[in-house]
């Protein structure tokens, strides 16, 4: 979570390099390390680095993590021209790159090739089975097709390896929701008593009950009542 000081350097730092100001790579770092979304911010001034080689040597090692950062924010931006470019470059570089595996996988998502990415995840998860982003980026591709029965199977076989994720866990039970399938049967099944019982068992081991509230029992017990 970004702290007040975080967000308030990170302001500053923005409406400085909106200005001419220079401070274009510390901005650049520090929405990296704070992990905040402003692709259209980072592909502008990624870019004013990259197309400058002055800019671009004085980084030295470093400039192949904004070539990756920059290839995310365009395909954020819809930019895919340069996304491709900047994942060439990389390709070019680390031809063996599992990482840059994974830009390109992003970028078939991003064309709307479901088929051709969850390919290149899958073959991309023989060699690295324990690869988080992996296994996510196929959730993803399969909510996107409105896959959820897909969606649910992989989620549930990735929270098989990472069970402290507790935002998997979070997504799991938000799409069992919107099916408006999971807390229906459980009421059918035990009555709003023993499920409220259940859910406020600590020993309950499903961690899915810690993001079911009152409200969502309530309108699911009246669909079935």
Known sequence: MVTKTEETQLNRLENQVDNG?????????????LKVRRPDKVLRHGLSILNDPKKRSALGPDVWTLYEQVSIAAMDCQCLDVAKDCIKVLQKQFPESKRVGRLEGILLEAKGLWAEAEKAYSSLLEDNPLDPVLHK?????????????????????????????????????????????????????????????????????????HFITWPMLMYYTRLVE
Not at 21 to 33: H, Q, T
Not at 176 to 203: D, E, P, W
Request: glycine content about 6%.
């Open 21 to 33: 100001g220079g401070g274009a790579w510390e901005y650049l770092c520090l929405v990296k390390k």
């Open 137 to 209: 980026r196929r959730v993803a591709i399969a909510k996107a097709q409105g896959n959820f029965p897909t969606a649910i199977e992989w989620l549930n076989k990735y929270l098989e390896t990472f069970m402290a994720d507790h935002d998997a866990w979070r997504e799991l039970a938000e799409i069992y929701v919107s099916l408006q399938i999971f807390l229906c049967v459980f009421v059918c099944k035990l009555g709003t008593n023993k499920l409220l019982s259940a859910m406020r068992s600590s020993f309950y081991p499903n961690p899915l009950f």
